[in-house]
């Protein structure tokens, strides 16, 4: 099993660019969940899918944020215009449905996002 | 906001000795979680205990819940250098949707040799 995937791993742009982030979550999980980190406030969910649809998206910080899932196998975080406080490592997680899941959740390896 | 307090931030300890790090929060919820992180990695789920569970073992790690004190431990038995990471709890609640999980400050274990 690969896991989750995401790209890119590493994002260094200017502030008032476009960011898109991606996530593959593992097949067969029909929750995905958006993750911020930064040491200042920590492990933050942005948003969450259940079977592709948004169901959470009260953790998303302003307009500037913006999420999709246009299918099960494939979702996107995209920021524009980034700022420089948006600079954080940005998770996604996959999950098999709730509350029958004894494993939890599933993290990818992170994007590591930093706004100059 | 975060839901769960853990404590200590950090905790240094020798391969070979126990360490054990608390978790409090603050609503009710359907189950509780510890997850590990190593440096520059992303999480990786240990363990659930569920609202109506006490106490829960997996290999070297022992859980405890106290939803009256609605506080829950992680007991790592038999520390190893490997055993250096980020350690936090997450608190599930049930939502229309599905769980929804809301991550604790964490500890920062260090296990020298």
């Known amino acids: 099993d690969a896991g989750v995937i995401q790209s890119p791993r590493h994002e260094v742009t200017e502030m008032g660019q476009e960011v898109t982030l991606r996530c593959k979550p593992i097949s067969g999980h029909n929750s995905l969940f958006w993750y911020r980190q930064t040491m200042m406030r920590g492990l933050e969910l942005l948003i969450y899918?259940?079977?592709?649809?948004?169901?959470?998206d009260s953790g998303m910080p302003e307009d500037r944020f913006s999420a999709k899932m246009p299918n099960a196998s494939f979702s996107t975080l995209k920021i524009q215009p980034s700022e420089p406080r948006d600079s954080a490592v940005y998770f996604c997680?996959?999950?098999?449905?709730?509350?029958?899941?004894?494993?939890?959740?599933?993290f990818g390896p992170g994007t590591r996002l930093t706004v100059l | 906001s975060q839901q769960g307090e853990e404590d200590p931030q950090a905790l240094s300890i020798q391969e070979g000795e126990n360490a054990t790090m608390n978790c409090s929060y603050k609503t009710s919820i359907n189950n509780l979680q510890w997850y590990r992180q190593n440096s520059g990695r992303g999480l990786v789920h240990l363990i659930l205990i569920r609202s109506n569970e006490r106490e829960k073992h997996s290999g070297r790690l022992r859980v405890t819940l106290d939803t009256s004190k609605k506080s829950s431990s992680l007991l790592i038995t038999a520390s190893r250098a490997a055993d250096t990471a980020s350690y936090f709890c997450a608190t599930s609640i049930l939502t229309g949707g599905g769980n929804k999980l809301t991550f604790g400050t964490g500890t920062q274990l260090k296990v020298e040799l």
């Open positions: 997680a996959s999950s098999l449905p709730g509350p029958i899941s004894d494993r939890g959740q599933f």
């Open positions: 899918f259940n079977n592709n649809v948004p169901i959470d």
